[in-house]
């Protein structure tokens, strides 16, 4: 692999300072995670909160997994601020909900593509569905609901 095709590192958006406290408000949450899981855990919502950033108007939304990690950069109220201001000023905002018939399975797709047009690789271990806590399992019980400003429109509920 070429020097052009090393992946970009999405750590680099905080200091390490900012990402061992996130990471540790991950682990506080989760009580048994590793402190690799839940660093990587924060670095792919890193990836996801720039991934929202750089593509206003596009519907995105994390796995449940990565969603954790959207919520301890969130809790850091500063470094969240200025992560948005540094990624280009549009503020990702965050509008909880938990529905687990409101899944659109396209959306992780959508998500991911966003990512790596960014120049990222999305951990796929940790991009499953909203059921999928085979790798592990976190504490938030959210899914975004149908006027989440990241997820713009109403998902159809499953027939059945």
Not at 61 to 67: F, L, W
Request: include cysteine; charged fraction near 20%.
């Amino acid at each position: 692999m070429s020097v052009d095709q090393l992946p970009v590192i999405a750590r680099g958006l905080i200091t390490d300072e900012q990402f061992t406290s996130c990471r540790t408000t991950v682990m506080d949450a989760n009580p048994d995670m590793s402190q690799v899981m839940a660093g990587r855990i924060v670095e792919d919502g890193l990836k996801f909160v720039a991934a929202c950033s750089r593509n206003p108007g596009v519907s995105l939304a994390p796995s449940r997994i990565v969603d954790e990690g959207w919520h301890a950069l969130l809790l850091h109220t500063a470094t969240y601020a200025e992560l948005c201001e540094e990624l280009g000023g549009n503020f990702v905002h965050h509008f909880p909900g938990y529905d687990p018939t409101n899944y659109d399975p396209g959306i992780l797709d959508r998500t991911r593509q966003a990512i790596t047009g960014l120049g990222y690789v999305p951990d796929a271990e940790l991009w499953g569905e909203p059921s999928d806590e085979t790798l592990v399992s976190v504490a938030a019980r959210c899914q975004h609901a149908p006027d989440c400003s990241i997820v713009t429109i109403p998902k159809p509920k499953p027939k059945g």
